[in-house]
């Protein structure tokens, strides 16, 4: 029955019909590969509705160059009248190069561990699009899931190193081939990921893949182990300089993410888990799913216990929207095959 609707499916997006609303097939596919999430004892953010964040944001404009200022009104969904880029982003009331210790004072959300939440979109994969690294052939569609956070607090067990952002997405997607069936998943991971073929995943019900999301990061593994934090990838978007590189070999050789088995997140068809609500998304009925500006005050990294000198900001706007219709998996992802 399972590969009879995957091949409905196809046979809906090879026709034109459109893949990314929320008609029942879409819905199918997206409890069919829901995954289950695993999350260290110790994690304080889960997986929320995008609107608990908006409710404490304010939205700021650059009215000049390194300068913003608060507005008021609807969340925009256009740069129209912008001079500047990025135009707006969205900020929380703590100063982020003040250190983490505003953040550490904010109301930990602990109910949303009990109502939990993804967005999932069945986005189609146009003919010609270049192979995910490690396949011969593109997958005939993916379904995602996407994963916000409010807040991104990675640091080293000794604190001696801090990474941290306000707003953070994730994602993890299931290619579908184009015989119907699963091809791999790639999980988000800092600035990278990893792709991996379906049948060397961990998964729940034979059909629901296991991330174990790392501690504070929230960067998405296939195993409970102690996982390089990849960090040199973010340098190969152009940003940073030689104290960020320095700052990003040291956690490449040096300091790994943390997983854990605690807060079990997932569909209700598994046992022992909280249900993790799929809600699909249709970015053009969804304001903030059309926000063009960026999800926080900016990304740094700290080195030492308290803020100091010897700090730089990595990538200076914070995550963008992410991009709902991309169907390429970054060439620098890696793969790995167990």
Known sequence: MHRILVLLVLAALCAGASPSGASSRTVDLLQTYEPVLLFHASEDWAPEPVETFLADAHIEKQVATGSWKTVGGPLPTSNAGCSLSPCYRLNLPCPLHGGDACYERMPVRTGEWQRPVAYGRVVAVPPGTAPAPG???????????????????????????????????????????????????????????????????QKRGGTHPVAYVALGSHANYFTNTPSSTRFTECLKTGTGGATVTRLAQLAQEKIVDRTGTAHPLGPPSVAGVT?????????????????????????????????????????GYGPSTPHWSSTSIPSLWHVESS
Request: hydrophobic letters at 40%; a neutral charge; proline letters at 7%.
């Open 275 to 315: 249900p993790l609500t799929v809600v699909p998304l249709d970015p053009a009925s969804v304001l903030w799913a059309r926000f063009p500006g960026r999800w926080s005050e900016g990304q740094l990294l700290w080195l030492g216990t308290t803020p100091r000198s010897f700090t730089s900001v990595s990538q």
């Open 135 to 201: 396949f011969t052939a593109p997958p005939k569609f993916l379904v995602r899931y996407w994963l916000f956070y409010e807040f991104d607090d990675y640091h080293t067990l000794r604190r001696r190193l801090w990474q941290a952002h306000e707003a953070d997405w994730e994602s993890i997607s299931i290619a579908i081939g184009a015989n119907g069936q699963p091809q791999f998943a790639a999980y988000s991971q800092h600035c990278s990921g990893t792709v991996r073929a379906w049948s060397a995943v």
